[in-house]
């Protein structure tokens, strides 16, 4: 069956580096996404990876073991609008993305 | 500014109405999805199509039925409301094949349904 397994909640001081893990068991793979949603607003696309490695976009980065069957978003120098909901999300098949049921980190003063 | 569109933010509805969502997108998607988020699931998706007239069943079709007659908009349509329909609706559009690894999904804000 399809499973993609996130941590509920997860809470850092600004200024810190939090590390948000994703495992996946899913019956194709063509790719892996990272979403951030604040509170009442959409998913925006954050990253995705396809090949084994890490991914940096500025504060964010994300790796991908396709061989694990894992991935991490890292969230660097954290600020107070990091607060959000982070979704890790599978390309399974045929354009369709099964995701997590998502990560809220809380970034404190 | 791209942009996928959902017709109501909140909607009350009795139980037994039929209930409509609307979404639509200005970006020329081939793809359009719907999926519900519930605390603790995720998102889930429920319908979506690849073209014009064409739709598919997703993880939770059971109660809903869409309808995209247009290339921009798709209809998620609640034929008789229940109460475990509650929920927040998501709308989402994409590119078809390789276009969604370069984009991913562009969603819309969200319809939040209580059904009564």
């Known amino acids: 069956g399809q499973n993609i397994d996130q941590p509920t909640e997860m809470t850092a001081t600004e200024g810190a580096i939090v590390q948000i893990n994703c495992t996946y068991q899913t019956s194709g793979f063509n790719g892996l996404f990272w979403y951030q949603q604040h509170a009442g607003e959409a998913p925006t696309f954050l990253s995705y990876n396809v090949l084994d490695g890490l991914e940096e976009k500025g504060r964010f980065s994300s790796f991908l073991s396709r061989s694990k069957g894992y991935s991490y978003l890292l969230l660097k120098e954290l600020q107070m609008k990091d607060s959000a909901s982070y979704l890790c999300a599978v390309w399974s098949s045929w354009g369709k993305l099964q995701f997590g049921a998502g990560t809220q980190v809380v970034v404190t003063p | 500014d791209v942009k996928v569109t959902q017709s109501s933010r909140y909607l009350v509805k009795r139980t037994g109405e039929k209930v409509f969502l609307e979404c639509v997108q200005d970006m020329d998607h081939e793809n359009m999805f719907w999926y519900r988020q519930d605390p603790g699931l995720g998102l889930r998706l429920i319908y979506f199509s690849y073209d014009v007239k064409m739709k598919e069943k997703g993880d939770i079709p059971e109660g809903y039925s869409v309808s995209r007659e247009k290339k921009e908009r798709f209809s998620l349509i609640l034929e008789s409301a229940s109460t475990n329909q509650t929920s927040m609706y998501l709308c989402?559009?994409?590119?078809?094949?390789?276009?969604?690894?370069?984009?991913?999904?562009?969603f819309g804000s969200g319809t939040r349904l209580t059904v009564v």
């Open positions: 989402a559009s994409s590119f078809r094949g390789q276009g969604i690894a370069n984009y991913g999904y562009t």
